[in-house]
């Protein structure tokens, strides 16, 4: 940040199985300017690579040449030194993606885990702002967590850190997407809101026809028709909201134990549709989980929504080339 | 630990609502000599401390003058500037204890929480040496917990982070003794295995009959029974062993999933009667966490006994004396 780079904004790229997404992002964390476009991943990865070192190229001299450094969150599992070990969105194995981009734009590359990034971004300009101590829980279709210990983003042995959606909730309890059972996302994630709703629907036809109605057929029931439900009076949608809420409250009490955040933030596309399920939730968690751990806990929406992806990796970036390494 | 200090010894103490214990400790982690007292907590913080005083200085003296701080790790919630906020077996809130000592002895004086300590101790001198990312789990009465996180001791936004027994592991389940319902402590501490046990037996007699002959009374039924059973081949001993070791694993799962940790460190009472019940929750864990999470976990027993938490304590008072602060 000293001298001629003073201000030199430096680039975030958000790589997804449908999108990439890349932003030119300030020091302090505003988007100068931005680029989309389709991933199509299913070409394999050498067509996406060239596709994102173009759209490097042309926000690099849209930003006049002045950033920086590159910063990727990519939906995958990486190795710490810019290498993607597997993505099953990208159906990418072992790709030296940090290498491959940093070779042809000629600038140093950071790659980390979209969520982390994400939780990078909530932290230093999102609802974690100044915070040493916190967690965020992004809710989508799945869930993603990132946490922030003592002023240091949890990075984990493997750089696979911050699963809190694969928090067991439940013993023994209902089949996950990972090989586990009961975990946090098997009963709050997106997929398994959808997936509880219709098997509601399908044992109690009668109380489950406002769902089918609204979707169209059972099996297009998602966790939208759940909210769109509830919002409209169905029983049927209040209580799998009511149950899903409890669910979340039961995730975050052991959440907040462990890690004892000051602040918990919470985002995500369930969230954003469905904000008014934190009340519940934190009303659980401030009567259930330990009161030491309550003093200093505030529960906040993430901040920066679908940015703090692109804005985050930009700031684990700017972090890595000035301090030499990210987190 | 330059100059006239090198290889000075700092004290650690153990202060807990049986007993008070107090180590010289070498800069390698040696204990040098120890003192051990009971606590008669039920005189009230005052005598206890005037106790904490007297041995102290009977410490001091005995290393010829040379220790060079004192580090405390007691049952308690502390404040993370030497003051005890609530010390249920000690009967103690607010007390300014490490003001008190400090002006006593006239050395700097450290105070954290006893399972911190413990954690610190297995870290720096333990099974976990050398490692930046680990778990401590100790299972004895209760399950106390610990985490490093990159080089980091896990300490919280109100010093209680790290209480992995309070995660939750079954939503609704059995009744803790916190506020929460379903704790992995409710399940795998020793009260709740006597519990468990206690309820069987009750509800089933014919099979519970070993268990209450080897204990006298139903009401006698503790954990130690349940292993005892189960080394016997007591068929219902051996089933309230098998539950105990898939609730430990479905627990260590999402300590697992959020930590990412390299080692998995697990001590106390109950893993150290029965250690064989590892293997069973080991191998769940390599079945069920995040294939991810997986590549570089060790599991290990905990390495020094009851012995960590005076080596932790003042491990944590040199780190203290010669950084500037704990952790």
């Given at each position: 940040?000293?001298?001629?780079?003073?201000?030199?904004?430096?680039?975030?790229?958000?790589?997804?199985?449908?999108?990439?997404?890349?932003?030119?992002?300030?020091?302090?964390?505003?988007?100068?300017?931005?680029?989309?476009?389709?991933?199509?991943?299913?070409?394999?990865?050498?067509?996406?690579?060239?596709?994102?070192?173009?759209?490097?190229?042309?926000?690099?001299?849209?930003?006049?040449?002045?950033?920086?450094?590159?910063?990727?969150?990519?939906?995958?599992?990486?190795?710490?030194?810019?290498?993607?070990?597997?993505?099953?969105?990208?159906?990418?194995?072992?790709?030296?993606?940090?290498?491959?981009?940093?070779?042809?734009?000629?600038?140093?590359?950071?790659?980390?885990?979209?969520?982390?990034?994400?939780?990078?971004?909530?932290?230093?300009?999102?609802?974690?702002?100044?915070?040493?101590?916190?967690?965020?829980?992004?809710?989508?279709?799945?869930?993603?967590?990132?946490?922030?210990?003592?002023?240091?983003?949890?990075?984990?042995?493997?750089?696979?850190?911050?699963?809190l959606g694969h928090m067991?909730?439940?013993?023994?309890?209902?089949?996950?997407?990972?090989?586990?059972?009961?975990?946090?996302?098997?009963y709050v994630g997106g997929?398994?809101?959808?997936?509880?709703?219709?098997?509601?629907?399908?044992?109690?036809?009668?109380?489950?026809?406002?769902?089918?109605?609204?979707?169209?057929?059972?099996?297009?029931?998602?966790?939208?028709?759940?909210?769109?439900?509830?919002?409209?009076?169905?029983?049927?949608?209040?209580?799998?909201?009511?149950?899903?809420?409890?669910?979340?409250?039961?995730?975050?009490?052991?959440?907040?134990?462990?890690?004892?955040?000051?602040?918990?933030?919470?985002?995500?596309?369930?969230?954003?549709?469905?904000?008014?399920?934190?009340?519940?939730?934190?009303?659980?968690?401030?009567?259930?989980?330990?009161?030491?751990?309550?003093?200093?806990?505030?529960?906040?929406?993430?901040?920066?929504?679908?940015?703090?992806?692109?804005?985050?990796?930009?700031?684990?970036?700017?972090?890595?080339?000035?301090?030499?390494?990210?987190?």
């Open positions: 940040m000293d001298g001629g780079a003073a201000g030199a904004p430096t680039l975030g790229v958000d790589l997804g199985g449908t999108k990439i997404e890349i932003a030119a992002v300030s020091p302090d964390g505003r988007i100068l300017g931005s680029r989309r476009r389709p991933t199509e991943a299913s070409r394999g990865p050498e067509p996406v690579i060239a596709d994102l070192i173009a759209t490097l190229r042309e926000s690099i001299a849209a930003e006049g040449r002045r950033a920086t450094a590159v910063g990727v969150g990519v939906a995958a599992q990486v190795d710490g030194s810019g290498g993607v070990v597997f993505a099953p969105n990208l159906r990418w194995r072992n790709v030296a993606l940090g290498a491959r981009l940093s070779a042809a734009v000629g600038l140093p590359v950071t790659v980390t885990n979209d969520v982390r990034a994400a939780t990078f971004g909530e932290w230093k300009f999102g609802a974690g702002r100044g915070e040493s101590d916190l967690v965020c829980l992004f809710i989508g279709t799945g869930i993603g967590g990132g946490a922030v210990v003592a002023g240091t983003l949890l990075e984990g042995a493997s750089h696979t850190g911050g699963e067991t909730i439940v013993t023994g309890g209902r089949a996950c997407t990972c090989r586990n059972l009961g975990c946090f996302e098997a997929w398994a809101i959808a997936a509880r709703a219709q098997e509601a629907a399908r044992s109690s036809p009668s109380d489950g026809r406002w769902m089918v109605d609204a979707a169209g057929t059972l099996e297009a029931i998602t966790a939208a028709t759940v909210v769109a439900g509830f919002e409209a009076g169905d029983a049927m949608s209040k209580r799998l909201f009511d149950e899903t809420a409890a669910y979340l409250g039961s995730g975050l009490v052991g959440v907040v134990n462990a890690f004892n955040p000051r602040r918990l933030i919470l985002g995500g596309g369930i969230v954003e549709r469905a904000p008014f399920l934190i009340e519940p939730a934190e009303r659980h968690v401030r009567t259930h989980a330990l009161e030491a751990a309550m003093g200093e806990l505030r529960f906040e929406r993430a901040g920066l929504g679908n940015d703090a992806g692109v804005v985050g990796a930009a700031a684990m970036a700017a972090h890595a080339s000035g301090r030499g390494g990210p987190g």
